[in-house]
């Protein structure tokens, strides 16, 4: 596990994302009812929804933005 800085509720955790959180965002990048909620591109391939990841990864530790992911059971 990575080290986050994070803000704990009474259920959720909010924390910066992590290579951990890869897979389980890319996912989401793909999930039809996320994207009709959330506005995400429409990828053609699994590298392109990488490189979102990525960069929502690196923003959530820049101290010029707020960006983290919101967790339940430690699962984004």
Do not use: W
């Amino acid at each position: 596990m990575c080290q986050r800085e994070s803000i704990q509720t009474e259920r959720l955790c909010l924390h910066s994302i992590c290579d951990q959180d890869k897979d389980a965002m890319v996912e989401m990048f793909f999930n039809a009812e996320i994207t009709q909620t959330y506005m995400i591109p429409e990828y053609q391939s699994k590298e392109e929804a990488i490189k979102l990841f990525d960069r929502f990864k690196e923003l959530s530790v820049s101290k010029d933005h707020f960006v983290y992911g919101i967790y339940l059971n430690d699962h984004i």
